[in-house]
């Protein structure tokens, strides 16, 4: 008889305990931190890099580090900072970054600061304060400028893409380029253009970077 | 050796925290504050480069059909080169190492500077490049910084330093310039590779010609004396 009721009360049972570990759950997402995805947790932290800098040559002598940038006399050009730290994030704001790196459902995180500069050899830490056990890091560590006579100028950019498991983690580090034919621009009217041209090879560039990212490791030369 | 912050210190804290890791025997402070200098008043301030040269030679030799047929990989490779060596990590790299004991000084504070100097003024100036007013003072730059591949001998990285002694005097006493050079396996990475390697190798063989570069000054030196 006893077994009977059991019987007949088993769907109310069942019922209630789903009730009340959905409640449990209800009460986990309300405390669980406002960045955390409510579905799986994961978690792409994504930062700028500190602004454009330039290696370049000329047809007779060689130029140093960042000559292309600086304004020519009598003019403000503004090209040092054609594509500051936000202009970047607002850059690859349209991308699918989450399918571009097969992350599934993750939350994309930006970060409005570039990171200090990453030094050779530093060990590998997580950059944010998170602690979702589901996260993933890209970093645009440097937005180069690169031309050469002879091979036009081209928007060369390094990226860091790092995932972290449980127990150990993914570091990838490796660059694109893509050419460009507006910058420097040459009278502030092309400034817009110009932006705009870089903006894109920046886009172009992390794609690239995504995939050489999805592809199993090279063998050692 | 101490290490002593005056315009970098975020460099040289980021340099010493690496140092420490990696070359747990050479004494560092950490101080990230500025103080006088306790090493008999010596200095040697240090400069990272501001020029970087990448050049590819094929079979034809050199000229200007060669330098066109590699002109986008040698692009790619300067900005690679800048990447791996930018200031920060040329300053790092030198200050895992006993600079003082590899130039054969007396003990000296190092002073490292973030921002290069204009490349051509190096050669121009020859009084003090710093507001130093040590009695004990001396520079190193960086001078340039150079990537080849040659058909024949294949890969190699070459840096040009400048050593500048002044002692007491506000223009130099003596000036030591010279090149030091290793060869390269991993540096630069095949398209779409992991660059990290390379990156390290080239840091590594950066050191390497720093290496040289102060034995030959130490010759130079003594050979003098």
């Not at chain 2, 000084?105 to 051509?120: D, F, G, Y």
């Not at chain 2, 050669?123 to 024949?152: M, P």
Request: with cysteine; charged share 20%.
């Amino acid at each position: 008889m006893i077994q009977n009721l059991i019987a007949r009360l088993r769907p109310l049972l069942l019922l209630a305990i789903a009730g009340a570990a959905s409640g449990a759950n209800a009460q986990l997402a309300e405390t669980a931190p406002p960045s955390r995805d409510a579905t799986s947790g994961c978690e792409l932290h994504v930062w700028p890099s500190p602004g454009l800098e330039s290696a370049t040559e000329g047809w007779i002598r060689n130029n140093t580090q960042n000559q292309t940038l600086r304004d020519p006399p009598g003019k403000s050009l503004g090209l040092a900072n054609a594509i500051p730290p936000q202009a970047q994030l607002d850059a690859i704001a349209s991308l699918n970054l989450v399918g571009a790196f097969h992350l599934n459902d993750a939350k994309v995180i930006t970060h409005a600061d570039p990171l200090p500069p990453l030094l050779a050899g530093a060990p590998i830490v997580r950059q944010s304060s998170a602690t979702t056990p589901c996260y993933a890091e890209l970093i645009i560590k440097r937005l180069v400028y690169a031309r050469n006579p002879l091979s036009g100028g081209a928007l060369q950019s390094f990226f860091v893409f790092r995932q972290f498991g449980p127990t150990d983690v993914r570091s990838f580090t490796s660059m694109a380029d893509t050419p460009v034919l507006s910058f420097p621009w040459k009278v502030p009217e092309e400034a817009e253009r110009g932006r705009a041209e870089l903006a894109n090879a920046l886009r172009t560039d992390l794609l690239t970077f995504a995939k050489y990212s999805n592809k199993p490791p090279a063998k050692r030369r | 050796m101490r290490f002593t912050s005056l315009k970098s210190r975020a460099v040289i804290a980021a340099g010493a925290v690496l140092s420490a890791c990696l070359i747990p025997s050479v004494a560092l402070a950490q101080d990230t504050t500025p103080q006088a200098p306790d090493n008999g008043g010596c200095e040697l301030h240090v400069w990272p480069a501001q020029r970087f040269q990448a050049m590819t030679t094929g079979l034809l030799g050199g000229g200007l059909i060669d330098a066109a047929a590699h002109a986008k990989g040698d692009r790619e490779r300067k900005a690679a080169m800048s990447n791996a060596l930018d200031s920060p990590n040329q300053l790092a790299a030198l200050s895992s190492l006993d600079l003082v004991a590899l130039l054969k000084q007396r003990h000296a504070t190092i002073v490292t500077h973030a921002e290069p100097l204009e490349r051509h003024t190096i050669n121009d100036i020859k009084t003090r490049r710093s507001d130093s007013k040590s009695s004990c003072y001396s520079e190193l730059f960086v001078a340039d910084l150079f990537y080849q591949k040659a058909a024949i001998y294949g890969r190699s990285f070459r840096a040009l330093f400048i050593y500048r002694e002044f002692g007491s005097s506000p223009t130099a006493t003596r000036i030591y310039k010279g090149w030091g050079g290793n060869g390269l396996k991993l540096f630069p990475a095949k398209p779409g590779e992991d660059i990290e390697a390379a990156n390290n190798e080239l840091v590594s063989v950066f050191k390497s010609d720093f290496q040289e570069f102060a034995k030959n000054e130490v010759s130079n030196q003594s050979a003098k004396h």
